[in-house]
């Protein structure tokens, strides 16, 4: 069974989320067993049972891990995206309270059967671990808790700022300093959209990129693209070279955002009256990668490639065509029975001294 590369980001996040909460929640264990245990303490408590506790602290982590992690995966994917801030906020401060509880309900259960056995349970026996759960640390661990979930939102926003896979690599400071790196880019830019924005007006014209964006988002993941930035109707892809040239993935991306949008066209036209096309250009090369800004801090790309990349797109209404790709870039790519090359020959393009040797290829 293939699992979509959106799917394998979504279990890998949560995965990560699972395995932190259960490292935080050992680091209380161990808060808690030294401070009962230190000299200046009342001294040990029969109530205090580290086996049973301790599996506990490890169920406990990995249940609020999986259920916290999985909800909150899916805000940020789908309420963040689709919904406003508030409305997420308050989604998830509701799911949390629920997840609390159910939490702390398998935390009691699970600490009765550690210690008793299933078979041995008893009235009392329930009332003393009823009475250890619900103490007065309850609502400490509730606001600490509702804090390292908010946090963990948080930084699922952040990472989606930075994009799959970027954000810890500029937390392990790898563009700290610029760095030389071999990328094939892909500029998207829709058609007419001038006319479109005049037809049906700022708001709506927002909102239409807003959802197109949203909708081709999984086609570009799904198909190892990153996404490097958004210029109004233009969207950005980009890929390391071995990513982009495996399976074709920087020319099935395109193809496969085209019929997306074929599909998805009677939505757009009964919500905006419009059929939004794209067409795309298709170059790689050396560039510098690294950290740029100083309040605003940000990963950028430099080098001619991108503006090379985006000159042959330009050319793409003089062609009449939706899609062309340089030579440099075809003769990289491995696999491409899939599609039919259609030279277009050597042109000058606006600010480039050198020729360009440009395609447009059609599905076989």
Not at 216 to 223: D, F, G, V
Not at 228 to 238: A, L, P
Not at 265 to 280: C, G, L, M, Q, R
Not at 348 to 353: I, Q, Y
Request: neutral net charge; charged residues 20%; hydrophobic residues 45%.
């Amino acid at each position: 069974m293939n699992i979509s590369r959106q799917l394998k980001i979504k279990i890998n996040k949560v995965a990560i989320i699972a395995l932190g909460y259960i490292l935080i929640n050992i680091f209380i264990f161990l808060f808690n067993y030294t401070a009962i245990n230190s000299p200046y303490s009342l001294g040990p408590t029969s109530e205090f049972k580290v086996w049973p506790y301790f599996l506990t602290t490890i169920l406990v982590g990995l249940l609020a891990g999986v259920l916290g992690g999985a909800l909150l995966v899916w805000v940020n994917g789908q309420l963040f995206r689709r919904r406003s801030f508030k409305f997420a906020m308050s989604t998830t401060l509701i799911a949390y309270v629920l997840i609390f509880v159910i939490v702390s309900l398998v935390a009691t259960l699970s600490m009765l059967f550690a210690e008793y056995g299933l078979h041995e349970i008893s009235f009392e026996a329930f009332k003393t671990t009823i009475a250890f759960v619900l103490n007065s640390a309850m609502l400490i661990n509730f606001v600490l808790w509702g804090i390292i979930t908010f946090f963990t939102l948080f930084l699922l926003q952040v990472n989606d700022k930075f994009g799959p896979g970027i954000l810890l690599k500029f937390l392990a400071g790898n563009y700290h300093r610029p760095k030389k790196e071999e990328r094939i880019f892909m500029f998207m830019d829709m058609r007419s959209s001038t006319t479109i924005a005049e037809e049906i007006g700022n708001e709506k014209y927002f909102n239409l990129l807003n959802d197109v964006f949203a909708d081709i988002t999984n086609t570009i993941l799904n198909h190892e693209g990153e996404i490097y930035q958004y210029v109004g109707d233009e969207i950005v892809i980009s890929w390391p070279v071995k990513a982009g040239v495996k399976n074709a993935n920087c020319l099935r991306c395109f193809t496969a955002i085209q019929d997306k949008l074929i599909t998805l066209n009677p939505i757009y036209d009964e919500k905006y009256a419009v059929t939004p096309e794209f067409k795309a250009g298709i170059h790689y090369g050396p560039v510098m990668a690294g950290e740029i800004g100083v309040i605003k801090k940000d990963i950028i790309y430099s080098g001619d490639v991108l503006n090379t990349t985006a000159r042959i797109q330009e050319q793409c209404n003089h062609y009449q065509v939706d899609i062309l790709v340089s030579k440099q870039v075809f003769d990289i790519i491995p696999d491409t029975q899939a599609y039919q090359l259609e030279p277009l020959g050597s042109i000058e393009l606006r600010g480039k001294k050198g020729k360009v040797e440009i395609n447009t290829i059609h599905k076989v």
